[in-house]
């Protein structure tokens, strides 16, 4: 079942869906020569990138909104693991950099300006914080 989600995030979600089944579609026949889906090796069939979870669409927009971790991954409800939504939220803001660069690159200084916002709003708390494991 498809969450609750705002009807631009619902059309974005879509469109990532389309793509995605594109590229899984373009990958078919190249699959099982290359090992597309796995780190190079046989995985039973599954081919192409991972599945769009649209629950961490909903707990991502409820982490850039300002809500705690529990209250976003509770977002999940229950369809991702914390340890997945930190990854998630972690590859966004490294992807939100990115762009940022790129768009200051082609002389977008209004879309730069939203982009690096948009880290702001990602970058703190638990997802950010640096590792609690030590060598020693």
Do not use: K, Y
Not at 62 to 83: I, K, L, R, Y
Not at 102 to 109: K, P, R, S, T, Y
Not at 121 to 135: K, Q, V, Y
Request: aromatic fraction near 4%.
């Amino acid at each position: 079942a498809e969450l609750d989600l705002p009807a631009p995030l619902q059309r974005a979600l879509g469109q990532m869906r389309g793509a995605r089944g594109r590229v899984v579609a373009a990958l078919a026949p190249v699959s099982a020569t290359v090992g597309v889906g796995d780190e190079g090796g046989s995985d039973g069939g599954a081919a192409g990138p991972p599945p769009i979870v649209s629950a961490l669409a909903r707990a991502t927009l409820s982490w850039a909104s300002g809500a705690s971790f529990v209250e976003s991954h509770q977002a999940c409800f229950g369809e991702a693991w914390e340890g997945e939504l930190v990854r998630a939220l972690r590859a966004l803001e490294h992807l939100l950099v990115d762009l940022a660069a790129a768009a200051e690159a082609l002389g977008d200084a209004d879309l730069r300006s939203r982009l690096e916002a948009s880290g702001r709003a990602l970058h703190r708390g638990l997802p950010f914080a640096p590792s609690l494991f030590l060598n020693g």
